[in-house]
């Protein structure tokens, strides 16, 4: 007999029992869906740096850089978004062709299959690429190898069922789309509606076993183009023609939307974003059961699959396009405040435009930062649930930060819309990305530490299997044995964040050689086990309550999402070999990162129910409040100037974009800004001068004549960039169309009858 098990623990066992909330279907499979990574590292409060040091860094394959060299650059040199989005409406119809035609919605896909067979870090780079020139095709080439039939059917599918819909859907015989959403049910699908009945039915000529469909979702990007719908819906079986059960939980089949009682082909209009996105709808639609991804016995196991696909799609598709987003901001900007003056200089000199400039380039870092290291992950093989949705909210919400500090610095040359406007339809779209893939307020709210606590904690997952498990006493021995190294890990955790705490952290560890982010290191340690501590205090007093105290949760989730962005970009400082000229943008992320984190653990400690506790930990990890400040002038000044002269750092931080030189917005901008910082020398002794004319500078001896050519074709390169879009008012509105249509029928008249 064990006297802590069958004494001790057994009354903390039956305590917990009863306390212990009740875990629905849907959030226990999605608990168990993907797996974790670095981030339970980050939970257990004492992180390994050589573990992330020793990853290997994303690369690419010779087949995927050649595919990024050759048919993604020929996509981008096709794309046009004014003409995309105000006048077709739609992707041309020789763009849809290539992009089927070179498998573009096969990415994914096995070669074996007929699909690309590229890496997760290669559909990164092929989307950020896309994303930099267009959203609208970036949207379409994304979504097909993300969440969708393509990858359900790879990881679930039965062989049949991939040697008959994977081909087509590679060479894009197939067009792919998701039906999730339904109206009623939104993020939460454990409401949906939609039903599907299990019964004996015709199909093909033949009597079979199947399904007898009712839907209606919406959202559905690729819908009114689809021709292959997977959808999610609920399974019924009255007549038990499968099992004993009756209500066997959310499913996913594919149909055909060519089959009777389907309808596509309206749309939607997210944004002014003229992706094909749309609603759908089913009437008694009937498929045999071999439609189910999986076959009959993947009946009910929907949902798990969906957030199984989720945990790796969630962390590629739209951090990828923020990437690209926050990219493109930061090099187009950095340009726009370099050439433009005002006052006789340009706009980037003044402190006022490098405080946003900073943000917007020390944000692109770390994005892409994140973006890499997450697709390193993917490509060992790993997918990590939490992270993903670490990467989908916070990469879509510091593109809002950065696209609204772009759009701040260029004025009117952004408001104003047209050809020439470069960031506008960026601007437009970004309430999309947040949106979806789950709404980013319930993400921070609810998944990432809701999710997180329990998969990536050390202990707690076992703890709560062990009080689940409906074998007490098996239970018990489980739960003895996991609850007590729980409690010596918890020890060591407090008195390692006091310590770490109270000594600024000039003790806590850090990687052997890291170089001038030494200290970094040992402040993300040092906050690591304060996070660790808060949080094993927070489950402890507050147990099930905790997942309805939003705003705490919410808080935990931004300082463990903070944790994994900032280790990031130390991995990226040191895969890119330290360079000293990037020291600035890893400065500003570190501090802000430290600011807002200080400020969560202060927010926590204010707000956390057991006072007693809440006393006790603010002595321990916070004793004189949040003292981090945020990144200093000299930090800013510096991280500024990355994105204001051409340098091999700009390029470093904007890489992988595309370029594509033609007349448009971008490119002139491009050419005006090396034009400009070109003749530099030029510019300020024609300033000293007083002098605007370069022939007068020539007469005066100021500028040679070779130089004033410089200034000239400079001058007027500046010029082309700063000009607005206008438009003749018949070009925007039918009256007016109308009206000229009428004034010149009356004036030919006139001239006629005179």
């Given at each position: 007999?064990?006297?802590?098990?069958?004494?001790?623990?057994?009354?903390?066992?039956?305590?917990?029992?009863?306390?212990?909330?009740?875990?629905?279907?849907?959030?226990?499979?999605?608990?168990?869906?993907?797996?974790?990574?670095?981030?339970?590292?980050?939970?257990?409060?004492?992180?390994?740096?050589?573990?992330?040091?020793?990853?290997?860094?994303?690369?690419?394959?010779?087949?995927?850089?050649?595919?990024?060299?050759?048919?993604?650059?020929?996509?981008?040199?096709?794309?046009?978004?004014?003409?995309?989005?105000?006048?077709?409406?739609?992707?041309?119809?020789?763009?849809?062709?290539?992009?089927?035609?070179?498998?573009?919605?096969?990415?994914?896909?096995?070669?074996?299959?007929?699909?690309?067979?590229?890496?997760?870090?290669?559909?990164?780079?092929?989307?950020?690429?896309?994303?930099?020139?267009?959203?609208?095709?970036?949207?379409?080439?994304?979504?097909?190898?993300?969440?969708?039939?393509?990858?359900?059917?790879?990881?679930?599918?039965?062989?049949?069922?991939?040697?008959?819909?994977?081909?087509?859907?590679?060479?894009?015989?197939?067009?792919?789309?998701?039906?999730?959403?339904?109206?009623?049910?939104?993020?939460?699908?454990?409401?949906?509606?939609?039903?599907?009945?299990?019964?004996?039915?015709m199909f093909e000529g033949h009597e079979v076993i199947g399904i007898r469909l009712n839907w209606h979702k919406r959202y559905i990007t690729l819908g009114p183009v689809a021709t292959l719908l997977g959808l999610a819906f609920k399974a019924y079986d009255p007549d038990h023609l499968v099992g004993s059960q009756e209500d066997l939980g959310i499913t996913v089949a594919l149909i055909p939307t060519s089959l009777p009682g389907v309808s596509i082909g309206r749309r939607h209009l997210p944004a002014m974003q003229v992706f094909q996105n749309g609603p759908t709808w089913g009437k008694d639609v009937f498929v045999p059961l071999d439609y189910v991804i999986g076959g009959k016995e993947r009946l009910g196991q929907g949902w798990k699959m969906l957030m199984t696909a989720l945990a790796a799609g969630r962390g590629i598709s739209l951090p990828s396009l923020s990437a690209a987003g926050a990219a493109f901001s930061a090099r187009t900007t950095g340009a726009y405040a370099r050439i433009r003056e005002q006052f006789g200089i340009p706009i980037g000199k003044f402190e006022g435009i490098e405080e946003p400039l900073a943000r917007i380039a020390a944000t692109a870092y770390l994005i892409d930062a994140a973006r890499r290291l997450t697709c390193a992950?993917?490509?060992?093989?790993?997918?990590?649930?939490?992270?993903?949705?670490?990467?989908?909210?916070?990469?879509?919400?510091?593109?809002?930060?950065?696209?609204?500090?772009?759009?701040?610095?260029?004025?009117?040359?952004?408001?104003?819309?047209?050809?020439?406007?470069?960031?506008?339809?960026?601007?437009?779209?970004?309430?999309?990305?947040?949106?979806?893939?789950?709404?980013?307020?319930?993400?921070?709210?609810?998944?990432?530490?809701?999710?997180?606590?329990?998969?990536?904690?050390?202990?707690?997952?076992?703890?709560?299997?062990?009080?689940?498990?409906?074998?007490?006493?098996?239970?018990?021995?489980?739960?003895?044995?996991?609850?007590?190294?729980?409690?010596?890990?918890?020890?060591?955790?407090?008195?390692?964040?006091?310590?770490?705490?109270?000594?600024?952290?000039?003790?806590?560890?850090?990687?052997?050689?890291?170089?001038?982010?030494?200290?970094?290191?040992?402040?993300?340690?040092?906050?690591?086990?304060?996070?660790?501590?808060?949080?094993?205090?927070?489950?402890?007093?507050?147990?099930?309550?905790?997942?309805?105290?939003?705003?705490?949760?919410?808080?935990?989730?931004?300082?463990?999402?903070?944790?994994?962005?900032?280790?990031?970009?130390?991995?990226?400082?040191?895969?890119?070999?330290?360079?000293?000229?990037?020291?600035?943008?890893?400065?500003?992320?570190?501090?802000?990162?430290?600011?807002?984190?200080?400020?969560?653990?202060?927010?926590?400690?204010?707000?956390?129910?057991?006072?007693?506790?809440?006393?006790?930990?603010?002595?321990?990890?916070?004793?004189?409040?949040?003292?981090?400040?945020?990144?200093?002038?000299?930090?800013?000044?510096?991280?500024?100037?990355?994105?204001?002269?051409?340098?091999?750092?700009?390029?470093?931080?904007?890489?992988?974009?595309?370029?594509?030189?033609?007349?448009?917005?971008?490119?002139?901008?491009?050419?005006?800004?090396?034009?400009?910082?070109?003749?530099?020398?030029?510019?300020?002794?024609?300033?000293?001068?007083?002098?605007?004319?370069?022939?007068?500078?020539?007469?005066?001896?100021?500028?040679?004549?070779?130089?004033?050519?410089?200034?000239?074709?400079?001058?007027?390169?500046?010029?082309?960039?700063?000009?607005?879009?206008?438009?003749?008012?018949?070009?925007?509105?039918?009256?007016?169309?109308?009206?000229?249509?009428?004034?010149?029928?009356?004036?030919?008249?006139?001239?006629?009858?005179?």
């Amino acid at each position: 007999m064990s006297f802590r098990r069958d004494v001790i623990s057994k009354l903390i066992f039956s305590w917990a029992r009863r306390v212990l909330p009740s875990v629905s279907d849907t959030e226990r499979e999605a608990l168990e869906a993907g797996d974790v990574w670095w981030d339970a590292d980050l939970f257990t409060g004492d992180p390994e740096w050589t573990k992330l040091l020793d990853t290997p860094p994303a690369t690419l394959t010779a087949e995927e850089q050649a595919f990024l060299n050759g048919p993604v650059d020929e996509l981008c040199a096709m794309l046009d978004e004014w003409k995309i989005n105000w006048e077709l409406r739609d992707l041309p119809p020789e763009v849809w062709n290539f992009i089927k035609q070179k498998k573009f919605l096969g990415m994914i896909i096995p070669t074996e299959h007929g699909g690309l067979g590229f890496s997760p870090y290669a559909h990164s780079e092929v989307v950020r690429k896309i994303s930099s020139r267009s959203l609208v095709a970036a949207v379409t080439v994304m979504v097909p190898n993300s969440l969708g039939p393509g990858e359900l059917l790879m990881r679930f599918g039965t062989r049949d069922q991939q040697s008959k819909w994977l081909p087509c859907l590679a060479d894009g015989r197939d067009v792919p789309c998701f039906g999730l959403t339904s109206p009623e049910a939104g993020s939460d699908a454990a409401a949906m509606t939609d039903s599907g009945i299990i019964c004996k039915g015709m199909f093909e000529g033949h009597e079979v076993i199947g399904i007898r469909l009712n839907w209606h979702k919406r959202y559905i990007t690729l819908g009114p183009v689809a021709t292959l719908l997977g959808l999610a819906f609920k399974a019924y079986d009255p007549d038990h023609l499968v099992g004993s059960q009756e209500d066997l939980g959310i499913t996913v089949a594919l149909i055909p939307t060519s089959l009777p009682g389907v309808s596509i082909g309206r749309r939607h209009l997210p944004a002014m974003q003229v992706f094909q996105n749309g609603p759908t709808w089913g009437k008694d639609v009937f498929v045999p059961l071999d439609y189910v991804i999986g076959g009959k016995e993947r009946l009910g196991q929907g949902w798990k699959m969906l957030m199984t696909a989720l945990a790796a799609g969630r962390g590629i598709s739209l951090p990828s396009l923020s990437a690209a987003g926050a990219a493109f901001s930061a090099r187009t900007t950095g340009a726009y405040a370099r050439i433009r003056e005002q006052f006789g200089i340009p706009i980037g000199k003044f402190e006022g435009i490098e405080e946003p400039l900073a943000r917007i380039a020390a944000t692109a870092y770390l994005i892409d930062a994140a973006r890499r290291l997450t697709c390193a992950a993917l490509n060992e093989g790993h997918h990590p649930a939490v992270i993903s949705g670490i990467m989908k909210l916070h990469a879509t919400e510091r593109l809002r930060t950065v696209i609204d500090d772009a759009m701040d610095i260029h004025g009117g040359k952004a408001v104003i819309d047209g050809p020439q406007n470069y960031l506008g339809n960026l601007y437009r779209g970004v309430p999309v990305s947040i949106t979806v893939e789950g709404a980013n307020i319930l993400t921070r709210n609810l998944i990432i530490f809701g999710q997180g606590a329990i998969r990536a904690h050390p202990y707690l997952l076992q703890e709560m299997n062990a009080l689940g498990d409906t074998n007490k006493a098996r239970g018990l021995d489980a739960f003895d044995k996991t609850f007590w190294v729980h409690i010596v890990h918890s020890f060591k955790t407090l008195f390692r964040a006091w310590g770490r705490s109270w000594s600024g952290g000039v003790f806590a560890p850090a990687p052997n050689d890291a170089g001038a982010v030494t200290g970094f290191y040992r402040q993300l340690s040092r906050y690591s086990a304060a996070f660790a501590l808060c949080a094993d205090m927070a489950l402890l007093t507050l147990g099930g309550k905790l997942k309805r105290k939003e705003m705490l949760s919410a808080r935990f989730g931004d300082i463990l999402s903070e944790l994994y962005l900032l280790s990031a970009v130390l991995k990226r400082w040191h895969e890119e070999g330290r360079q000293e000229a990037d020291l600035a943008a890893v400065e500003w992320c570190m501090a802000t990162g430290f600011r807002t984190m200080e400020q969560r653990f202060a927010d926590i400690l204010a707000n956390l129910p057991n006072r007693f506790v809440a006393i006790m930990l603010k002595f321990m990890i916070q004793p004189l409040g949040a003292q981090a400040r945020g990144p200093s002038d000299k930090v800013i000044h510096a991280c500024a100037q990355l994105v204001l002269e051409p340098s091999v750092a700009r390029d470093r931080l904007t890489q992988g974009l595309s370029h594509v030189d033609d007349d448009g917005g971008p490119a002139r901008l491009e050419k005006a800004f090396l034009l400009v910082t070109a003749a530099e020398d030029v510019f300020k002794r024609m300033h000293a001068a007083r002098l605007r004319d370069a022939d007068a500078a020539v007469r005066q001896g100021t500028i040679t004549q070779v130089e004033a050519e410089q200034y000239k074709a400079a001058q007027e390169a500046v010029a082309r960039v700063i000009e607005v879009d206008d438009f003749a008012p018949e070009a925007l509105s039918p009256h007016e169309k109308a009206v000229s249509v009428q004034v010149v029928q009356e004036r030919t008249e006139t001239r006629v009858a005179g």
